[in-house]
């Protein structure tokens, strides 16, 4: 197959992006498929159209050429006259089989890229553009989580214009947590214990976006789940060695010990899957995704968010749970172009 594998973007996170785009790129080619790394946002005006997908390509040539516009993205995203799709973004995505969309963060997960994809009839890996919106915004996730019975924790959303400091008019009192309504890879994410704290917590959300959610804080040992197709894969448990599972602890090796299977009973180990299903269809999720949850030492679980396009990265999870189940990573990333041109058939 020709595949254009997207990644970068414009969005804080952007660096992982390339990381997974690159082994995704590296893992498709050891599977025989013409596969290239594009930037979404800078796109490649060197491009070779009459020979665009090369049975000779350097991965990790693409993917130094992609890093070399990281010191251009504030003069680029400042221009008036920049539109969001690089040169021969387009162009390149019609001519491909399907795009591997390797985004991770705004304007690739939120549901923007796969509208647009959409409506110019580009077949892309991962679920649609409703489900990826709704996904994205984890205020509307726990609307959404709740009204379908999955247990996710206590908490609300505000804007910047109508901040409140006001805990107890929401039943809540410290610690609670605070993130930026649609961010990442635990950007914008504070754990906040004192009104001081909450105070601040909030101006530095504000900055990063206009929403914010505010959440009780749930003490307990952290999981993630892969769904692919609908069926949950083997759970992982993410115990980070300091602190909780933040941006440096998600990317760095050797950060965190995860365990996979997670060490739970088999009552918890089903009920936790079929939580994950029940939230994967709650929000609407085709193809595949990832679902994270909080345990407390009494067994309660929780979901905390649903992640549409999940990181492709070595230390990822998704592709640990598939190495469980003897799917390796070529092969898992073959699986998922597979279950995502179900939406085309």
């Known amino acids: 197959m020709r595949i254009v594998v997207l990644c970068g973007g414009i969005s804080t996170e952007r660096e992982i992006s390339i990381v997974s785009g690159t082994g995704v790129c590296k893992a498709l080619r050891s599977k025989g498929h013409d596969a290239i790394l594009l ?8 491009a070779d159209l009459m020979n665009a997908f090369p049975e000779e390509y350097d991965v990790d040539e693409a993917a130094a050429y992609i890093r070399s516009f990281d010191k251009d993205i504030a003069s680029a995203v400042g221009n008036p006259n920049r539109t969001f799709f690089g040169a021969n973004v387009i162009k390149l995505c019609k001519m491909a089989d399907i795009v591997f969309l390797a985004l991770h963060g705004s304007n690739g997960e939120d549901g923007k890229v796969q509208a647009a994809f959409d409506l110019r009839r580009i077949k892309y890996t991962g679920t649609d553009y409703i489900s990826s919106a709704l996904a994205m915004d984890k205020g509307l996730t726990k609307i959404m989580l709740e009204a379908k019975h999955v247990p996710t924790p206590k908490g609300f959303t505000m804007t910047r214009a109508y901040a409140d400091t ?17 961010g990442g890879s ?6 906040v214990h004192n009104e001081e704290e909450y105070e601040k917590a909030l101006e530095e959300a504000f900055r990063l976006e206009p929403e914010v959610v505010v959440e009780e804080y749930i003490k307990g040992r952290e999981f993630s789940v892969g769904v692919i197709d609908g069926r949950a894969l083997p759970i992982i448990e993410i115990a980070p060695k300091e602190g909780f599972y933040d941006y440096k602890n998600k990317y760095t090796a050797g950060a965190t010990v995860d365990t996979c299977p997670a060490e739970l009973t088999n009552d918890q180990t089903k009920r936790m899957k079929q939580y994950a299903e029940e939230g994967y269809r709650a929000l609407g999720i ?5 679902l994270d949850f909080l345990m407390k030492p009494n067994g309660d679980m929780y979901c905390l968010e649903a992640n549409t396009l999940p990181g492709m990265t070595p230390t990822s999870l998704v592709p640990q749970e598939a190495a469980v189940e ?20």
């Open 326 to 345: 003897g799917i390796d990573y070529p092969t898992l990333c073959e699986k998922l172009i597979q279950v995502s041109m179900k939406k085309y058939n």
């Open 186 to 191: 635990s950007i914008g994410v504070y754990m």
């Open 286 to 290: 085709t193809s595949y995704g990832r």
């Open 166 to 182: 006001n805990l107890e008019a929401h039943g809540m009192d410290y610690p609670v947590v605070v993130k930026v309504c649609c």
């Open 39 to 46: 930037d979404v946002f800078f796109g490649d005006e060197n």
